[in-house]
């Protein structure tokens, strides 16, 4: 079963596109990220998946339906998105900001919660370190704990499919460990559909089932971590030289800048520190 499709999409915010002929699709328990440089269209492909750019061509279906003529209720009962910025407006708590996850299945507003919901919206602020900043204002929050609280709230919407935009953005390495082995949880036990667009090759690799990397909105490659994953690719990818070696604690290829320092020859420089989890 298809949780999400996306065939040949294009999309952009003018009359030129940033990504092209795009075509993906997800089933219970994957687990794939879209990585590229800078300006590669990752977060664009995120974002123009649900539609929340001005120029989308292509068809997105989500559990084999239209997501063009789905309401915003329907989708949000499928789709849950976790951005890589956001500026909070209105002076919400952290509390009130992961319950608006559960609006959708509200008929009208306001209206109280099941304690069921209520349930889910606990957990979620659990699971991801922020139950104890509950009633302070999203403005009172640093910018990583911020993200955590997106990504609670995500989490209390309990939908199949998860979309994040770089959500190790902002957090520091222990948080980047910790939101990467949720989502593995998530992935494992329940089932979860999840697409990440991720900067951080080393946590992909070692989280994630699949990686396709984007280059000038375009794919240029995609497979599995273990059989994907080479020099070579890289340079093409990001113009840059790299060595891979096998992780200790996964058995996975990880990624060290080569680089020139003055006086002292060619060094290396790990991406990001190893990781305990394997993927599937």
């Known amino acids: 079963m298809k949780l999400l499709t996306v065939e040949n999409l294009e999309a952009g915010y003018d009359t030129r596109p940033v990504i092209s002929g795009i075509s993906l699709s997800l089933e219970p328990g994957a687990f794939l990220a879209v990585c590229g440089p800078n300006g590669s269209g990752k977060s664009t492909l995120i974002k123009a998946i649900q539609r929340l750019i001005p120029m989308v061509r292509g068809q997105v279906l989500v559990n084999g339906q239209d997501l063009a003529r789905l309401k915003a209720r329907e989708i949000a009962a499928w789709l849950a998105y976790v951005p890589q910025v956001f500026e909070p407006v209105f002076e919400f708590t952290v509390g009130e900001t992961v319950a608006m996850a559960r609006y959708y299945r509200q008929s009208s507003y306001p209206r109280g919660r099941s304690s069921g919901e209520q349930d889910l919206i606990t957990e979620a602020m659990q699971l991801t370190g922020v139950y104890e900043l509950k009633d302070k204002r999203l403005n009172e929050v640093s910018g990583g704990e911020r993200q955590r609280v997106l990504i609670a709230r995500a989490l209390a919407q309990d939908t199949p499919v998860l979309l994040l935009d770089e959500p190790s953005s902002h957090l520091d390495l222990n948080y980047q460990l910790q939101v990467y082995q949720l989502l593995k949880k998530l992935q494992r036990e329940k089932g979860k559909a999840i697409l990440v667009a991720e900067h951080n090759l080393n946590l992909a690799v070692a989280y994630c089932s ?61 991406l990001a520190p190893p990781t305990s989890e394997s993927r599937d």
């Open 210 to 270: 699949d990686l396709m990397f984007l280059k000038e909105g375009r794919v240029a490659a995609r497979g599995r971590p273990r059989e994907l994953l080479k020099e070579e690719l890289i340079r093409q990818i990001f113009s840059v030289e790299v060595e891979l070696r096998l992780n200790r604690s996964t058995g996975l290829p990880e990624i060290s800048l080569l680089h020139q320092s003055p006086g002292s020859g060619v060094g290396k420089e790990n």
